[in-house]
Each structure stands twice: as structure tokens, then as C-alpha cells.
């Protein structure tokens, strides 16, 4: 079994930082790779990063880092439009002949407001 846990959001001024977290942790062989997704009220879930690369709409104040099984987000002068539950995935075998998997955290809410 794997498990993907986000965490590290709340309620932030705008301008301020947050720094997300997502540990996964299980059976698994290999990550091959971990991503980041957000979704706002209605709107789509939309990708925000993975692979130290960002989308354009948060490019410059958010970057992406990796650390074993542990990927990190760090956004820096949050905007409300930022505002949204934010998701970890990863893309992963449990064994070396075993097909890959996508696996998502639960999400973690970050809330941009003064």
C-alpha cells in the first residue's frame, strides 16, 4: 500500500509563503516522478509543477524540490488566486518487473486572503 500525505497549508496574507510538504511512504521500488496539482472552487484541477519545472502562472514565485520520497513546494508572494486545495501525485512502481501507478495525496488547503 502507498500512501501520499500533504501538508503545510493554511491561511496566509497575500504576499506571504507557505511551504507544502507531500511524504510517500509504502511499498514502493521507485518514484519516477512527483508532481503538484491545485484546484480552486470551480474550477479544474490544473498542474503547478513537478520535476523542479513550474507553470507559467506561478513561475518565479513558486519552486519545486525533491528530496527521496519527500517533494516540496515553496510559494513565495501568494496571490489570492492561489487560493486552492493543493495535490501531491506521484507515478510509481512497487516492484522492479511491476507496471507504474498514479497515487494522490488527499490535498492540502491553502487559503490567500488578508
Known amino acids: 500500500q502507498v500512501q501520499l500525505v500533504e501538508s503545510g497549508g493554511g491561511l496566509v496574507q497575500p504576499g506571504g509563503s507557505l511551504r507544502l510538504s507531500c511524504a510517500a511512504s509504502g511499498s514502493i521500488f521507485e518514484i519516477i516522478h512527483m508532481h503538484w496539482y491545485r484546484e480552486a472552487p470551480g474550477k479544474q484541477r490544473e498542474w503547478v509543477g513537478g520535476?523542479?519545472?513550474?507553470?507559467d502562472s506561478v513561475k518565479g514565485r513558486f519552486t519545486i524540490s525533491r528530496e527521496k520520497n519527500t517533494m516540496y513546494l515553496q510559494m513565495n508572494s501568494l496571490k489570492p488566486e492561489d487560493t486552492a486545495v493543493y495535490y501531491c501525485?506521484?507515478?510509481?512502481?512497487?516492484?522492479?518487473?511491476?507496471?507504474?501507478?498514479?497515487?494522490w495525496g488527499q490535498g492540502t488547503q491553502v487559503t490567500v486572503s488578508s
Open positions: 501525485n506521484a507515478y510509481l512502481t512497487q516492484s522492479r518487473e511491476g507496471a507504474a501507478h498514479d497515487y
Open positions: 520535476n523542479t519545472v513550474v507553470a
